[in-house]
């Protein structure tokens, strides 16, 4: 076989997003992967810092579209901290449910773009259909079918009413049998798993070395959650399983994601059913003093941590976040070892990436 140096672009590697990968092949096999970042690169943690705390609520809340309600609930965990807010049960409640409907609604988008990958485009459409219910799910309760605008310094800026919270508890029913459904498929489907059965395989002993997490740690075996782990807002009264495949290929972060959506429907229908009353966010906030603090959060694609310095003005001293898609990329050197060029794509998206996250 004769070695040779390819490059592929967004287009070629099915991403919505820019970024390179210079690919060193061995006949139509991967031996080496190098990714080329920073085409999305914003400044945004420059940015932050000429904007005062609430202003960056609403920055951060555009950092990214899939996980857009996780970064300003969490900088809005370590700004709280700091300042020595304990928000309302009724405010953790609802940001719980803000949480786990972006995550159903992120999951399902990433087991489209699976299927579409995979040369299912039919299963597509009947997932993107499903998603739909989020969507419009969103749009009812928020007002929006992407930013949803719920989070806010102390608490949330929506409060449903009973029938609101009656109207969420329908959507949630209408996901169960379809949720079944396609964990079925997913699971049996021969086509599938001729497909994504033993392709882009990570090591439970690589994910760690890498330090993986979300979805594609979780694949591997590794039981790591924030919810469970650092439990904040309502979860310590949630029951729910964290999720676990053993496989570690495309197939297994899959059916993760789909079994986690499945979970988020049980605990969006605990948050409606033990719903407490009272106010959602104080009626007078303190200053926000000197000090800094770290938070992390559950994000759809792993765990999301804040550092956060004030010095007691308006302004951030420093802000600095952590994504999961950053841990992620590098594991990619270990999925795409040995792969054929044509299973590049549906192992890349597998790990579900997020550039502008990434680049920010």
Same mark, same amino acid.
């Given at each position: 076989?004769? @070695? &040779?140096?390819?490059?592929?672009?967004?287009?070629?590697?099915?991403?919505?997003?820019?970024?390179?990968? %210079?690919?060193?092949?061995?006949?139509?096999?991967?031996?080496?992967?190098?990714?080329?970042? *920073?085409?999305?690169?914003? *400044? $945004?943690?420059?940015?932050?810092?000429?904007? %005062?705390?609430?202003?960056?609520?609403?920055?951060?809340?555009?950092?990214?579209?899939?996980?857009?309600?996780?970064?300003? &609930?969490?900088?809005?965990?370590?700004?709280?901290? +700091?300042?020595?807010?304990?928000?309302?049960?009724?405010?953790?409640?609802?940001?719980?449910?803000?949480?786990?409907?972006?995550? +159903?609604?992120?999951?399902?988008?990433?087991?489209?773009?699976?299927?579409?990958?995979?040369?299912?485009?039919?299963?597509?459409?009947?997932?993107?259909?499903?998603?739909?219910?989020?969507?419009?799910?969103?749009?009812?309760?928020?007002? %929006?079918?992407?930013?949803?605008? @719920?989070?806010?310094?102390?608490?949330?800026?929506y409060d449903p009413s009973p029938e609101a919270l009656s109207y969420l508890k329908g959507q949630m029913e209408k996901m169960k049998q379809p949720l079944e459904t396609l964990l079925s498929l997913f699971g049996s489907d021969?086509?599938?798993?001729?497909?994504?059965?033993?392709?882009?395989? $990570?090591?439970?002993e690589q994910a760690k070395a890498c330090g993986v997490v979300g979805p594609v740690a979780r694949a591997c075996g590794i039981g790591y959650d924030t919810r469970r782990k650092s439990p904040y807002f309502a979860y310590p009264?949630?029951?729910?399983?964290?999720?676990?495949?053993?496989?570690? #290929?495309?197939?297994?972060?899959?059916?993760?994601?789909?079994?986690?959506?499945?979970? /988020?429907?049980?605990?969006?229908?605990?948050?409606?059913?033990?719903?407490?009353?009272?106010?959602?966010?104080?009626?007078?906030?303190?200053?926000?003093?000197? *000090?800094?603090? +770290?938070?992390?959060?559950?994000?759809?694609? *792993?765990?999301?941590?804040?550092?956060?310095?004030? #010095?007691?003005?308006?302004?951030?001293?420093?802000?600095?976040?952590?994504?999961? &898609?950053?841990?992620?990329?590098?594991?990619?050197?270990?999925?795409?070892?040995?792969?054929?060029?044509?299973?590049?794509?549906?192992?890349? %998206? /597998?790990?579900?990436?997020? +550039?502008?996250?990434?680049?920010?």
């Open positions: 076989m004769t @070695a &040779s140096i390819i490059t592929l672009d967004s287009r070629q590697l099915q991403l919505e997003e820019p970024m390179y990968f %210079n690919l060193e092949m061995d006949g139509d096999r991967v031996a080496t992967v190098d990714v080329v970042a *920073g085409q999305s690169h914003r *400044g $945004l943690e420059t940015l932050v810092l000429k904007r %005062n705390f609430y202003q960056n609520i609403t920055l951060l809340e555009r950092l990214c579209s899939l996980c857009s309600n996780s970064h300003p &609930s969490t900088f809005c965990m370590a700004l709280e901290e +700091i300042a020595g807010i304990a928000i309302p049960e009724r405010a953790e409640y609802l940001r719980v449910i803000a949480d786990e409907i972006k995550r +159903i609604a992120s999951h399902l988008f990433n087991c489209a773009l699976l299927a579409h990958i995979a040369g299912r485009d039919a299963l597509f459409k009947e997932i993107m259909e499903l998603r739909e219910i989020m969507q419009d799910t969103k749009e009812a309760i928020y007002g %929006n079918r992407m930013d949803l605008a @719920a989070n806010c310094l102390g608490g949330v800026r021969a086509g599938l798993r001729a497909r994504m059965e033993g392709v882009g395989v $990570l090591s439970p009264d949630l029951p729910f399983e964290v999720v676990v495949e053993e496989g570690g #290929d495309v197939r297994a972060r899959a059916l993760v994601r789909l079994r986690e959506a499945r979970e /988020s429907v049980g605990i969006i229908e605990r948050c409606v059913e033990r719903m407490p009353g009272g106010p959602v966010a104080p009626e007078v906030l303190p200053e926000v003093p000197a *000090g800094e603090a +770290i938070a992390k959060s559950e994000a759809p694609r *792993g765990e999301l941590l804040y550092y956060l310095v004030t #010095d007691g003005s308006q302004l951030p001293v420093r802000l600095k976040w952590r994504v999961p &898609s950053f841990m992620n990329w590098d594991a990619l050197g270990f999925m795409l070892r040995g792969e054929r060029l044509a299973d590049i794509p549906l192992i890349v %998206n /597998s790990i579900d990436p997020c +550039i502008s996250c990434t680049d920010r």
